[in-house]
């Protein structure tokens, strides 16, 4: 997947145009694979920010980089 085709993805998301449970469920776990990064949903739904965007979601889930032990 492309960052334009994920930022198109979560655009879908954050503006209601995926009302299906079962499709958004389908979409989020599309992105946390694609873009390596279990927080996506945390992004979409829980960012404080008032400006949130599918630009800013899509930047910060792949500047994710999870810890190695």
């Not at 209601?16 to 449970?21: A, L, P, Q, R």
């Not at 960012?47 to 810890?67: G, H, I, L, Q, T």
Request: proline fraction near 4%; glycine fraction near 2%.
């Amino acid at each position: 997947m492309t960052r334009d085709e994920s930022v198109a993805l979560v655009a879908q998301l954050l503006d209601g145009s995926i009302i299906d449970e079962a499709e958004a469920d389908a979409a989020l776990a599309t992105l946390k694979v694609e873009l390596s990064c279990p927080h996506i949903s945390d992004y979409i739904y829980w960012d404080f920010d008032p400006e949130v965007s599918a630009e800013k979601v899509v930047n910060r889930a792949m500047s994710y980089a999870p810890f190695e032990l």
